[in-house]
């Protein structure tokens, strides 16, 4: 089974407008982080957001906030006010203490924000 | 503070050649992790290293990879008699280690792998 499925191979907003990528895991380790990263086409990875399995709230970080759903197994990247520079491939990833330290990745989601 | 470093950013071998990828961590970061990513897909783990030591190679593949994480210098993802499926890019990332249930990853520009 996969541990990171992020279902939406791509996806379009207007600018200025909200968007959700959506991103569901699979884990029977209580203590577990979940993590976004942003690749923009010149390749590098961008850590964007963090969320703990403990933690109570929703994480937020400017633009970026994170839409955890524990119980439904989704962590899902709300972006609001979208800008061209949003434009990249957008990785949802889940490290487990019981597993060690390195993180899974999902299949990636590609946005494309028109003007 | 200067990020991590990978080089070189773009490398191309012919198959059967041997490819040398280079990660010098953040300042401080005594952990480093290597990922590749095939072309359209995520990333993989490979290998969780610190200093002299593999803690993880479980995402290694059997033959022709090997990597290390010496007391001094950079680490080095070594691949022997490369093929084209080598294609990909590589990943490094550094951390501080275990902090709680909370730490970052912060990851290099990746080294781009070209077999032709």
């Known amino acids: 089974a996969q541990k990171i499925t992020q279902t939406q191979p791509g996806m379009f907003v207007q600018e200025k407008e909200a968007v959700t990528l959506d991103c569901t895991y699979d884990?029977?380790?209580?203590?577990?982080?979940l993590f976004w990263y942003k690749q923009p086409s010149s390749g590098e990875m961008i850590f964007l957001i963090y969320q703990g399995s403990y933690d109570q709230q929703n994480a937020t970080e400017g633009r970026y906030s994170l839409n955890f759903q524990k119980a439904r197994k989704s962590a899902n990247l709300v972006i609001s006010a979208s800008q061209l520079g949003d434009s990249a491939m957008y990785f949802c990833?889940?490290?487990?203490?019981?597993?060690?330290?390195?993180?899974?990745f999902g299949g990636g989601t590609r946005l494309m924000v028109k003007p | 503070n200067a990020g991590v470093m990978q080089n070189p950013r773009h490398l191309v071998r012919r198959r059967g050649q041997e490819a040398r990828l280079r990660c010098s961590p953040m300042k401080g970061h005594s952990h480093v992790y290597w990922y590749r990513q095939l072309p359209e897909e995520g990333l993989k783990f490979m290998v969780y290293?610190?200093?002299?030591?593999?803690?993880?190679e479980s995402g290694m593949p059997k033959e022709r990879f090997s990597a290390e994480f010496p007391k001094e210098g950079p680490s080095i993802l070594r691949i022997q008699q490369v093929v084209r499926g080598d294609s990909a890019a590589y990943f490094c990332a550094s951390s501080l280690g275990l902090a709680g249930t909370y730490y970052e990853q912060y990851f290099g520009p990746g080294t781009r792998l070209t077999v032709t």
């Open positions: 884990t029977s380790d209580p203590s577990y982080g």
């Open positions: 990833a889940m490290r487990e203490r019981n597993a060690g330290n390195m993180l899974t």
């Open positions: 290293l610190q200093k002299e030591n593999i803690i993880d």
